[in-house]
């Protein structure tokens, strides 16, 4: 062998030897570390004395507890770092031995509604902490809490929503609050009642700081210079009196500001309007306060909005420009304003309908705005656009048939205005549309065909207009989705078309206060999904169908004020769902059936105005029967009563259904659009955080009152 075969064969076996040194090294570093004997008993411990009805822990049982479920080891020490035994349905206290696992970095507990903790003194042996997650665990008997957790060295992150806590220290002195590295703290939900302790403002690092759902009163500390890193801040839900303070859009590093459901006074401040402060802000929600005043041409500087949530103040003057002009706004709420004058008293903007194609809602509901929708959307920005809720104005003119250019729209709500002439004629085109709502306006002409083409629609609302002619039967045969249909209080005629009772999915028909003729189909006996029916106030003639009880989800049945004849089907007292029923003024006969259902339906008005029923609960007797004790309803003034009632229980009705549509409507386009998934979600987890607030918020207040009265 040469010198230079010999040279290379060393060398090939240096090289090898140092890769599979190499090798060994790098299995070495990422193999994982069995876990310490005492933290494994620390956690059998802490199973024993935790209730596990959902058995999360069924896993904790062979001798390497780094592979037990919620559990993670430092990979070269062995040592734990990480517990999450979050939304386990954990019943009982939480056991003090967490504390001996001093080498913990990471722990989660929350969402466990059934667990609480007594007190905190187990906290004092994590000394390596930095995320504390005891959201919804029950903190009521922690007088200790405070002290414990903020004594902490390493926290940044502390999670105490919904603890039930009560009191926080007006001022702290020997903590570690000036010089924490808290970036994350959260306090909602609970039961703090007192101004916002001004030392919360004096932690520098934060940047996720959130207060909603308390009982916070009184200004906002003007501390705005310690607040440099601040990215989040939720103050929301709570009883602050205060106007905004100027200081606090000028933080250059918000992305998100929430002061809703509050009591903020005055008008949106100067300082908004007049920053030079390039902010980043990109969700501002100042909806349910008490702002009045003109809204300012405001936000130049905030080019990066997404979210703009203005709704349900007092707001008056016209709506800035400058809106428009928001190239990543996707969210706009100004509903329930005073919103009128120089630019829309006449015609509603030009520039609103050159929002950034981005945007995908567009509600400006229940305010003053007046003039016409625009007669061209072919060269504006928002054919995006998806839900488009402009009611409970004054728009006036006509539907121009340009709305057919929002080819995206799912939603259109343009209901309780003043819009005249006939329907447009372009529907085909429209074929994402769901839902359409234009009642109680003054619209007349008949219902164009082109609408068979949206196919999609699952709603459809032209009550309280001037719409005549026949209801067309294209209805039933293309609009196969079809849930909610209501027609009421128009000039249709003409019979009920027997192709409406192929709508499988249907849920409330109101055809009521028309002027319809000939019989009720005796097909509505399949629709036996239908929860609601009214076709009162018109002309139907011939019998009640024989075997309606087949319609077992019916709650609500209204015949009324019609010609229908023969005896009232003893089927009738099978629909066990039944608890609104009017069959009055009509020509109806025989014995009124008994049983189930219909005795808790004991209302004379129900069946009134049919001069040859007889039984209870009419005082008139059938052959054969004794004298009833049931009292009689004669006089005008009780027959006007009970149609105010039946007009009651409509409106309920209505409401009732609406959210059924609701929620259908939610997860139909959730379903089909993948779009429209991801902005219905960012809407669905703003809605969940209003119900959420509203709703813990009254309980706590009327247990409040309740105890006051006690």
């Known amino acids: 062998m040469s010198e230079y075969t010999k040279t290379c064969v060393v060398w090939l076996l240096w090289f090898l030897l140092c890769v599979a040194t190499i090798n060994l090294c790098l299995c070495n570093s990422l193999s994982s570390a069995t876990c310490w004997e005492i933290e494994r008993q620390v956690l059998l411990k802490l199973k024993a004395g935790l209730v596990d009805p959902a058995n999360r822990l069924s896993t904790w049982t062979d001798e390497d507890c780094c592979r037990w ?58 000394l390596s902490l930095q995320h504390l997650d005891l959201n919804h665990v029950n903190l009521t008997k922690s007088s200790d809490w405070f002290h414990m957790i903020f004594r902490l060295p390493s926290l940044s992150v502390l999670k105490l929503g919904n603890c039930g806590l009560h009191s926080l220290p007006s001022s702290i002195k020997n903590l570690y609050a000036n010089s924490t590295r808290l970036s994350v703290l959260d306090l909602s939900y609970n039961y703090f009642d007192s101004e916002i302790p001004g030392w919360l403002f004096n932690i520098s690092s934060l ?91 405001i936000l130049e500087q905030f080019r990066y909005l997404r979210t703009l949530d203005l709704s349900n103040n007092m707001i008056s003057g016209s709506i800035p420009a400058s809106i428009g002009r928001f190239s990543f706004l996707s969210k706009l709420y100004l509903s329930g304003n005073q919103l009128n004058g120089t630019g829309i008293s006449d015609t509603i903007p030009d520039w609103l309908w050159n929002l950034s194609s981005q945007v995908v809602l567009l509600d400006l509901s229940q305010n003053e705005i007046r003039g016409m929708l625009p007669m061209s959307f072919s060269s504006t920005n928002i054919v995006s656009l998806g839900l488009l809720f402009l009611s409970n104005n004054k728009i006036n003119g006509s539907i121009p048939s340009s709305i057919c250019k929002l080819e995206e729209l799912a939603v259109l709500d343009i209901s309780n205005n003043q819009l005249s002439g006939e329907l447009p004629t372009c529907w085909k085109n429209l074929t994402s549309l769901m839902a359409v709502n234009l009642a109680n306006n003054n619209l007349s002409g008949e219902i164009p065909c082109s609408m068979k083409n949206c196919t999609s629609l699952a709603m459809v609302d032209l009550g309280q207009n001037k719409l005549h002619g026949n209801i067309p039967t294209w209805m039933g045969e293309s609009l196969s989705s079809l849930v909610f249909l209501r027609l009421r209080s128009n000039f249709f005629g003409g019979t009920i078309p027997p192709q409406i009772c192929e709508l499988s999915s249907l849920q409330n028909i109101d055809l009521s206060n028309n002027s319809l003729v000939g019989e009720i189909p005796v097909g509505v006996l399949s629709l036996l999904g239908l929860q609601c029916l009214n076709l009162s106030r018109n002309h139907l003639t011939g019998n009640i169908p024989l075997k309606i009880g087949v319609m077992q989800s019916m709650m609500t049945l209204d015949l009324s004020r019609n010609e229908l004849s023969g005896q009232i089907p003893p089927s009738l007292s099978n629909l066990s769902f039944l608890n609104h029923l009017n069959l009055s003024f009509n020509n109806l006969s025989g014995r009124i059936p008994t049983g189930s259902q219909l005795q808790t339906l004991n209302d004379t008005s129900v069946y009134m105005g049919n001069s040859y029923l007889c039984g209870p609960p009419l005082p008139q007797e059938c052959p054969g029967d004794g004298p ?45 659009k993948r779009s429209w998934r991801i902005a219905y979600f960012l809407v669905v987890d703003d809605l969940y955080d209003k119900v959420y607030v509203t709703s813990v918020l009254g309980i706590r207040r009327w247990k409040e009152m309740k105890g006051r009265r006690t």
């Open 69 to 126: 479920s919620g559990v993670s080891c430092d990979n070269q020490t062995g040592h734990l770092t990480y517990l999450n035994l979050s939304m386990s349905s954990f019943n009982g206290t939480i056991p003090p031995q967490l504390g001996n696992l001093s080498i913990l970095e990471i722990l989660d507990v929350g969402k466990n509604w059934y667990l609480r903790a007594d007190d905190l003194q187990w906290l004092s042996g994590l």
């Open 207 to 297: 940047t996720h700081l959130h207060l909603s759902g308390n009982h916070f009163y009184g200004p906002i500390p003007n501390v705005f210079g310690n607040f440099i890193n601040l990215e989040v801040l939720d103050l929301s839900s709570n009883t602050i009196n205060s106007t905004i303070p100027h200081w606090i859009f000028n933080i250059s590093s918000l992305t998100y500001l929430d002061l809703s459901f509050n009591n903020f006074n005055g008008q949106i401040p100067s300082a908004f309007e007049k920053s030079y402060i390039k902010v980043s802000l990109q969700i501002l929600s100042l909806r349910s306060n008490n702002l009045k005043g003109n809204l300012p041409d």
């Open 628 to 672: 009833s004790q049931s009292p009689s309803f004669t006089s005008k003034e009780n027959e006007d009563e009970g149609g105010d009632i039946q007009e009651m229980l409509w409106f309920y009705l209505g409401i009732i259904s609406g959210f059924v549509l609701g929620c259908w409507m939610v997860w139909g386009v959730l379903f089909f």
